[in-house]
């Protein structure tokens, strides 16, 4: 990390985040990166703290995410949770070995009284990751589904419920007397330019934009914030961002998600496939850069980070 720069701040959730970040990281050898996570996802099993998101994150700039799977370490076994199975646990949430020595490590920590921004800095440190990850808020955040049957946490939800309810409301518990993790808002402040990544804009970034702090910063910036549209061609590329911004009757497009960040973005880049709707998120007063956002390997990934920085300004040495 180099001193006295300006640092690029990226808005992240899980898989979608990784990837572009990948993007970022090979764009910028040299670089004051920090990410702001998403804690929205996170839960407990059987008293183990788990950040799904920050840990796909983590695990995805260490080389060791399981790219095919989406979550968890590459080539990890399950010889823990296939024990705890067969002694009677309930295992609906997948944990590998390897995954379980992180979550292990991280719930000493806590419980030790350790706030969840240092606990991720000392994981981070650990395996080797070279940018400045840090959970949005040390307090506990977290999203909850509101279906017609009640109200499911977003783990259950999705994993165990298969995310086949239907969505009457989103809501994050705690996240009005969340307070921004040490460091957070004054990144935002200091920015260069700031980059809403390719996430789900519903739970992943909005839990982000949910701790009181953090909208108000960005509202206050003077440099860009560019987002990237997880919506390409009327889908989500991968989990149920389609599924929840359709059920809640928003519109399934980038113009939906420019509209998400009304106020909070100068700028989305969408993809080519979805070149008709500039003109619409134009007259949504933000600006569009059409291009492949489809980030399937290390040289696309790479393009889409490049587009985005260039247009948030941010000047690339070759
Ligand atoms: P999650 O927490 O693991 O679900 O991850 P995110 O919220 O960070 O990412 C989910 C979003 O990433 C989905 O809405 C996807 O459409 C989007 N996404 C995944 N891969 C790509 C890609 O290659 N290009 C773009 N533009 N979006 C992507
Ligand atoms: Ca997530």
Redesign the pocket.
């Known amino acids: 990390m180099v001193k006295n720069m300006q640092p690029i701040v990226v808005l992240?959730?899980?898989?979608?985040?990784a990837?572009f970040l990948q993007g970022v990281v090979a764009a910028l050898p040299v670089r004051d990166l920090t990410i702001v996570g998403n804690v929205g996802?996170d839960t407990e099993i059987a008293g183990l703290h788990v950040s799904p998101?920050l840990d796909?994150v983590l695990y995805t700039l260490t080389g060791e995410s399981d790219e095919e799977r989406?979550w968890g370490v590459r080539g990890d076994s399950s010889r823990a949770l296939e024990r705890a199975r067969s002694l009677g646990h309930d295992a609906w949430f997948w944990l590998g070995d390897l995954d379980i020595g992180l979550h292990l490590t991280r719930t000493e920590a806590l419980n030790a009284g350790l706030p969840l921004s240092a606990v991720t800095t000392q994981l981070a440190g650990a395996l080797g990751l070279e940018d400045r990850l840090v959970p949005v808020t040390d307090d506990r955040l977290r999203t909850i589904i509101e279906t017609p049957d009640g109200d499911l946490d977003f783990q259950t939800y999705y994993v165990r419920r298969g995310h086949r309810d239907d969505i009457v409301g989103i809501r994050f518990d705690g996240a009005a007397a969340a307070a921004p993790a040490p460091g957070v808002v004054d990144a935002i402040s200091r920015a260069a330019a700031i980059i809403v990544?390719?996430?789900?804009p519903l739970i992943?970034i909005g839990p982000i934009l949910a701790v009181p702090g953090i909208r108000e910063a960005l509202l206050a910036r003077s440099v860009p914030c560019v987002a990237?549209?997880?919506?390409?061609g009327g889908q989500?590329?991968?989990?149920p961002?389609a599924e929840m911004m359709r059920s809640l009757g928003l519109e399934l497009s980038p113009a939906g998600v420019a509209g998400l960040y009304d106020g909070l973005i100068d700028a989305i880049v969408i993809?080519d496939v979805d070149h008709s709707l500039a003109v619409e998120v134009e007259q949504r007063g933000v600006a569009v850069r059409i291009t492949n956002?489809?980030?399937r390997d290390a040289a696309a990934r790479r393009h889409v980070a490049t587009v985005a920085l260039e247009v948030a300004g941010i000047r690339l040495s070759a």
């Open positions: 992240a959730g899980g898989v979608g985040a990837r996802d998101d796909t989406g990544a390719p996430s789900n992943s990237v549209s997880p919506i390409v989500a590329l991968r989990g961002a993809d956002t489809i980030m």
